[in-house]
């Protein structure tokens, strides 16, 4: 059971370039959302969504955008890429019910030149 | 967004118990007490949740105190693997599913 994946793992974009990270998971969740995590910092809410064709804008979600077609995927795309930008990207996927365990990717370290 | 306090970081030997708090002072009575755990380079992993009575499990117990304005994450016996920082997060029902993270705490584990 692969769980949520990720990809790339690692990632050098230059300023001005756009790029899609890559989430999938196998395990039927409804409730799919990415994550950013700065250094020495915790995980912050970009985008989420609760099914498909449905998302939602998190607490920080400028300069990303987001689809669900399939229930499988969950792909983010920056538009521009900035140095700010530079992080690392977690997807998480659950069931939508609040007594349930959230399973995360293993990350996408993203650098921007 | 419902608020957690924890402490920014705790030290422990290994073998021995670690107990973890969390303020949570604004809880209310549908919210959910989850604790996740990243250990160094990875993503978030599950460790517990709660709603209002005591829960164990195969890594860890969770104490809620009686009026759930805070709780404890128990390890019963801390090894180098648990050196993690550890999540205390409320899941509250007017915001879905959404996993709020704070700055967590991290424990740091002595051989």
């Known amino acids: 059971n692969a769980g949520v994946t990720q990809t790339p793992k690692f990632q050098v974009l230059k300023t001005g370039q756009s790029m899609t990270l890559q989430c999938a998971q196998d395990m039927n969740h409804e409730y799919m959302s990415w994550y950013r995590q700065d250094p020495g910092m915790g995980l912050r809410l970009i985008h989420y969504?609760?099914?498909?064709?449905?998302?939602d804008q998190g607490e920080v979600p400028n300069g990303y955008n987001v689809s669900r077609s399939t229930t499988e995927d969950f792909p983010l795309r920056l538009l521009s890429a900035a140095p700010s930008q530079t992080s690392v990207y977690f997807c998480?996927?659950?069931?939508?019910?609040?007594?349930?365990?959230?399973?995360f990717g293993q990350g996408t370290r993203l650098t921007v030149v | 967004d419902a608020k957690t306090t924890q402490p920014n970081s705790m030290e422990s030997n290994e073998e021995e118990p670690v107990h973890l708090p969390c303020n949570h002072s604004t809880i209310s009575g549908t919210d959910y007490i989850h604790w996740y755990r990243q250990l160094p380079s990875q993503g978030p992993e599950y460790v517990i949740h709660?709603?209002?009575s005591n829960v164990n499990n195969r890594m860890a117990s969770l104490a809620i105190a009686e009026d759930r304005k805070s709780s404890t994450l128990i390890l019963h016996r801390a090894t180098l693997r648990d050196a993690a920082v550890y999540y205390c997060i409320l899941i509250v029902r007017a915001a879905g599913n959404k996993l709020t993270f704070g700055g967590g705490t991290r424990v740091l584990v002595k051989p």
């Open positions: 969504s609760v099914g498909a064709g449905i998302t």
């Open positions: 998480a996927s659950s069931h939508p019910e609040m007594n349930t365990e959230a399973f």
């Open positions: 709660g709603l209002t």
